[in-house]
């Protein structure tokens, strides 16, 4: 019995409580949205700054190569490059070599070779065949793909320039 009365007083408690009111429940809503909205911007703006970083990096690092100077024969590749108008920090090249069957690839520095510091240099390279290529494969193309530093980072870019490469005139170029 004296629990039927204890329930009884709570449901006349209940009853006389007031909810919240419709204005102050809108106002924690849209203050609830804000906090969210803060949250993501703080976690997601630096992250998509660091994509947009890296992806400025790549796009004035330029390097060509000169399609009319660049040749193979079955001792060597021969690959003329030229680096763009642009300021940047030029760390390596990577060089892809492209036969019938296989791509092989290689950075300009661990050929022995030195890269084009200064906007509109070029470099002839004089390469040998065994350490880019099977000589006994017909090379098809060739591509370049600048490595740039900014800070303390480097970023391979993606590749800046592709030829079809031919065999050097009057030359052999297959064993």
Do not use: W
Request: proline fraction near 4%; hydrophobic fraction near 40%; glycine fraction near 4%.
């Amino acid at each position: 019995m004296l629990n039927k009365i204890k329930k009884e007083v709570n449901k006349v408690k209940m009853r006389n409580k007031k909810g919240i009111e419709p204005v102050i429940a809108t106002v924690l809503l849209i203050v609830i949205t804000i906090v969210v909205v803060a949250l993501v911007i703080a976690f997601v703006v630096p992250f998509i700054q660091r994509q947009m970083k890296g992806a400025e990096i790549c796009y004035d690092a330029r390097i060509e190569i000169k399609e009319s100077e660049s040749c193979y024969n079955s001792t060597h590749v021969i690959v003329k490059v030229s680096r763009g108008a642009e300021e940047f920090e030029l760390s390596d090249i990577i060089l892809k070599v492209i036969t019938e069957i296989e791509t092989r690839t290689k950075k300009i520095s661990e050929l022995g070779f030195d890269l084009p510091e200064n906007p509109h240099e070029e470099r002839t390279y004089f390469i040998l065949r065994e350490k880019v290529s099977n000589p006994a494969l017909n090379i098809t193309s060739v591509a370049v793909a600048p490595i740039v530093k900014s800070g303390t980072t480097e970023k391979t870019c993606e590749v800046t320039s592709q030829i079809a490469i031919v065999c050097c005139p009057g030359q052999k170029c297959s064993e």
